[in-house]
C-alpha cells in the first residue's frame, strides 16, 4: 500500500526558512516523479513544485520560484522541500503527492498534509 | 498562468445524479482528473485521464469530456459524497497546470 507521511511544518516568522519532509513507502519510489502541491486554510489547491525521478529535473510555481527547492534522496525514500523567505501567504497545508507517470504532470497518491503558518 | 474553471457549488438529493464541470481551453489536447477531498481529509483521486476510475472507487463515479469541458458525473449520489471536488489539468505545452477552484457538492 502506497504510504506518503509529511512532517517539518510548524509556526515560522515572515522571512524566516522551513523545511518539509515526505517519508515514502509502498511503492518503489526512485520509479515515480514526485510534488508538493499545498493548500490554504479553507481555500483551493495549488501544485508548488516537481521533481523527476532521478532529482535532474526541477518545475516551480511562479508564487515559489527563487525561494522554494524540492529535492529526493531515492536511497532514503524522501522527499524535500526547503523554503526560505517565508511570506504570510505561503500558510497552508503542505502536501506530497506522487506522479502516476502518465502523458502529463498529475497525482495519485497524497499524503495527509503538514500544516506550515507563516506568522508573527 | 492557465485556469480551469468550476461551478462553487452543486447541490443534490440522495439518488439524484451530480453533474460537476470543469471548463479549460487546453482540455481538448490534456486530459482531465478529478480530486474528492472530504473535510478535514486529504484529496484522493477519482477519475484520472478523462475517463478512468481508479481502483476502490464506486462505479456510480465517472467520467467524460466534451470540447472544452470536462465533467465528472456521480450517478445516485450518495450522502457520504459530500466533499469538494477539484479538476486538474495542464495547458496544451504541458508546462503550466492548474486546479479548478473546486465544487462543493452537498448531498441532502
Known amino acids: 500500500e502506497v504510504h506518503l507521511v509529511e512532517s517539518g511544518g510548524g509556526l515560522v516568522q515572515p522571512g524566516g526558512s522551513l523545511r518539509l519532509s515526505c517519508a515514502a513507502s509502498?511503492?518503489?519510489?526512485?520509479?515515480?516523479?514526485m510534488n508538493w502541491v499545498r493548500q490554504a486554510p479553507g481555500k483551493g489547491l495549488e501544485w508548488v513544485a516537481y521533481?523527476?525521478?532521478?532529482?535532474?529535473?526541477?518545475n516551480y510555481a511562479d508564487s515559489v520560484r527563487g525561494r522554494f527547492t524540492i529535492s529526493r534522496d531515492n536511497a532514503e525514500n524522501s522527499l524535500y522541500l526547503q523554503m526560505n523567505s517565508l511570506r504570510p501567504e505561503d500558510t497552508a497545508f503542505y502536501y506530497c503527492?506522487?506522479?502516476?507517470?502518465?502523458?502529463?504532470?498529475?497525482?495519485?497518491?497524497w499524503g495527509q498534509g503538514t500544516l506550515v503558518t507563516v506568522s508573527s | 498562468s492557465y485556469e480551469l474553471t468550476q461551478a462553487p457549488s452543486v447541490s443534490v438529493s440522495p439518488g439524484q445524479t451530480a453533474r460537476i464541470t470543469c471548463s479549460g481551453d487546453?482540455?481538448?489536447?490534456?486530459?482531465a482528473y478529478w480530486y474528492q477531498q472530504k473535510s478535514g481529509q486529504a484529496p484522493v483521486l477519482v477519475i484520472y485521464?478523462?475517463?478512468k476510475r481508479p481502483s476502490g472507487i464506486p462505479e456510480r463515479f465517472s467520467g467524460s469530456t466534451s470540447g472544452t469541458m470536462a465533467t465528472l458525473t456521480i450517478s445516485g449520489a450518495q450522502v457520504e459524497d459530500e466533499a469538494d471536488y477539484y479538476c486538474?489539468?495542464?495547458?496544451?505545452?504541458?508546462?503550466?497546470?492548474?486546479f479548478g477552484g473546486g465544487t462543493t457538492l452537498t448531498v441532502l
Open positions: 503527492a506522487r506522479d502516476p507517470g502518465g502523458q502529463q504532470l498529475a497525482f495519485d497518491y
Open positions: 509502498g511503492f518503489t519510489f526512485s520509479s515515480f516523479e
Open positions: 521533481i523527476n525521478r532521478d532529482g535532474s529535473k526541477m
Open positions: 487546453a482540455l481538448p489536447k490534456k486530459y
Open positions: 485521464e478523462d475517463t
Open positions: 486538474w489539468s495542464t495547458d496544451s505545452g504541458g508546462n503550466h497546470g492548474a
